[in-house]
């Protein structure tokens, strides 16, 4: 059973992966005119660089990507290449390379998602859980309705409302950046202080949106787990409100909701990469915005790739530990 | 009784609004929307209600001409994406076998792809960006959530005794579905058509919050992505960002309320 499962959820990620890369291969050779040549001079024109310079790096270019080869040997280079790692160059800011560029953002990209990601479950997940318990205050549906409002806005745009308060209005968040301007990362107490400092609307604006997800989830889970018959039964046997609401209906009520994670998981990544252009967060979102603001276009293959294969693993992974923490869901997957 | 006021809140909201982007251009002068009509970054006045922006662009027309091309992109992504949907969902529910084995890892891998990587891809490749070619884009990525809900239906009704007895009595493949399982699956249909509408909307915002939208057309995402471009938030230029963020908020409490009002009337349907 497990095995049909794993097998069928790998060939669904080995099949994600193909298809991402085989796009990002054949988009660029698809669309009319030379891509390399018009990159090139489109980025020559934005920056006003001198046109004489066109041929030589288009004939660099052209033999580096054996783009006179047929089209098939080409596609195999490009998943040689990619199995080296090897993304290429940057065109705008040569000669780094994009997996440098990707190396850079990730860690706080990796970071912001990570943190507001798990505040924003735990938040979202206990406030709709009480917003179900019949024995909790009323006083909690007012949170829950303003954190319900908020989860159908995408994250930037409360990123700007937030960013306009509170770093513009009232200065008392920086309105950008990863860190304080013209300091660079180290390991002392100013670093941990300058990010916490900088990522704090980010991580705010997620956090916001997304919390009221978690609840709307987790509020129909409880609704459905109280109606079943182990929680008449504790109550038969006299335990205690509070121990009845962890144990039997919180804790039977969660597993779905870490299942939810997988399909959601697109979404957040998609949400943030926009909250870092709005707070020119360094993180990969922004590097892909810059890429594209440059016509950088090995940048922003590069991260597109990268970010459909990383998600295709995640996703993996997390469909590979569901059925180990709740049995149910091989089979019901499969249905 | 709650549930409906969801969606009679809901379905007033986006009729509000689509009133506004039907009437809203009969009344306002498009040349005050166009590239320098007016003097820029002037605050809200009598002579400006929402001020100008950067460019020399009355907000007031910028906004009423921006509405109905953001509807529009969404309400054509929406229907695109339901049709492909609806009609992949009848055919893996009723047809089954390897059909539906297609049609269902496709929509499975579609789902695990992050849509916004791919649209960035196709969004930087395409030369010239038009709010037909936007909703194009948006809907190729967003019909795995109809076809799922409508296989999933599907499934359901057509084990469904009426369904059997027409089956019995000779009904040919296509009128079955037609006559005897589309009928049923209305309410479901409408409910991801709402979802889709929210779906690609989002996708389009983001997309053009990129830069990736159509460049010379009038869109709330454009106006935010142009605001954003010339730092209207850290200039203080409220007026320029913060009236098209209300209302695409606007636009996704409509949808998400009438979303929840749909979703419980459909659920009391299966409950009954």
């Known amino acids: 059973m497990y095995f049909d499962y794993v097998l069928r959820r790998f060939l669904v990620m080995l099949l994600v992966i193909f298809l991402a890369v085989t796009i990002n291969f054949a988009l660029p050779r698809m669309m009319p005119g030379d891509p390399i040549e018009s990159q090139l001079s489109q980025l020559l024109a934005q920056g006003g660089g001198s046109v004489g310079d066109v041929g030589a790096m288009v004939a660099a270019y052209r033999e580096k990507f054996g783009l006179d080869q047929p089209v098939l040997h080409q596609y195999f280079n490009y998943w040689g290449a990619l199995f080296r790692l090897d993304l290429g160059f940057s065109l705008a800011s040569y000669p780094e390379r994009v997996g440098a560029a990707i190396l850079a953002g990730l860690p706080w990209t990796l970071g912001l998602l990570g943190f507001a990601t798990l505040v924003s479950f735990t938040v979202g997940t206990l406030l709709g859980g009480l917003i179900a318990w019949p024995k909790a205050s009323r006083l909690w549906r007012g949170p829950g309705a303003v954190v319900l409002l908020l989860s159908s806005v995408p994250y930037f745009l409360i990123g700007m409302v937030l960013l306009y308060f509170f770093a513009v209005v009232w200065r008392i968040f920086p309105a950008g950046g990863g860190l304080p301007y013209g300091t660079s990362p180290s390991f002392d107490w100013a670093t941990v202080k300058g990010i916490l400092w900088h990522g704090t609307l980010p991580a705010a604006s997620i956090i916001l949106a997304e919390t009221g997800a978690w609840a709307v989830g987790m509020r129909g889970m409880l609704v459905s787990t109280l109606g079943e018959d182990h929680i008449a039964l504790a109550e038969a046997k006299g335990l205690k409100d509070k121990r009845i609401f962890r144990r039997y209906g919180m804790r039977s009520a969660m597993l779905p909701q870490l299942t939810k994670l997988a399909l959601t998981l697109g979404h957040i990544v998609s949400g943030a990469i926009l909250v870092e252009v709005i707070f020119s967060y360094p993180g990969i979102g922004f590097r892909l915005y810059q890429a594209i603001q440059a016509k950088d276009y090995f940048v922003v293959q590069g991260i597109v790739v990268f970010l459909s294969i990383s998600l295709a693993l995640a996703t993996f992974i997390l469909d590979l530990i569901y059925p180990l923490i709740d049995p149910r869901i091989s089979a019901r997957r499969r249905g | ?272």
């Open chain 2, 1 to 272: 009784m709650r549930m409906n006021a969801f969606l009679g809140w809901g379905l007033g909201i986006l009729v509000l609004l689509i009133l506004t982007a039907i009437i809203g251009p009969m009344v306002a002068d498009p040349k005050m929307a166009e590239v320098g009509a007016v003097i820029p970054r002037q605050k809200p006045s009598t002579e400006f209600l929402l001020g100008t922006d950067g460019q020399g662009r009355d907000m007031i027309a910028v906004l009423i001409y921006a509405l109905p091309q953001t509807l529009k992109i969404g309400l054509l992504a929406g229907l695109i994406s339901l049709g492909v949907g609806t009609v992949l969902g009848l055919v893996s529910g009723f047809v089954g076998g390897w059909v539906d084995a297609v049609i269902r890892t496709i929509s499975d891998v579609m789902m695990t792809i992050p849509g916004i990587a791919i649209m960035v891809l196709v969004a930087a490749n395409v030369r010239v960006m038009t709010v037909e070619i936007m909703a194009v884009i948006v809907a190729a990525l967003s019909w795995m959530i109809a076809t799922r809900t409508i296989r999933a239906q599907t499934l359901s009704v057509r084990e469904r005794g009426y369904v059997q007895i027409a089956r019995l009595n000779g009904q040919s493949g296509l009128k079955l579905v037609f006559v005897e399982v589309l009928p049923n699956l209305l309410t479901f249909i409408a409910a991801s058509f709402v979802m889709t509408v929210s779906q690609a909307m989002l996708a389009t915002i983001g997309l053009e919050a990129l830069g990736l939208g159509p460049q010379d057309d009038l869109t709330l995402g454009m106006t935010i992505y142009w605001a954003q471009f010339y730092a209207a938030i850290v200039r203080g230029m409220w007026w320029w960002w913060m009236p098209p963020v209300f209302i695409i908020s606007l636009i996704f409490v409509g949808l998400m309320l009438t979303s929840i009002g749909l979703d419980s009337t459909v659920n009391k349907r299966l409950a009954r």
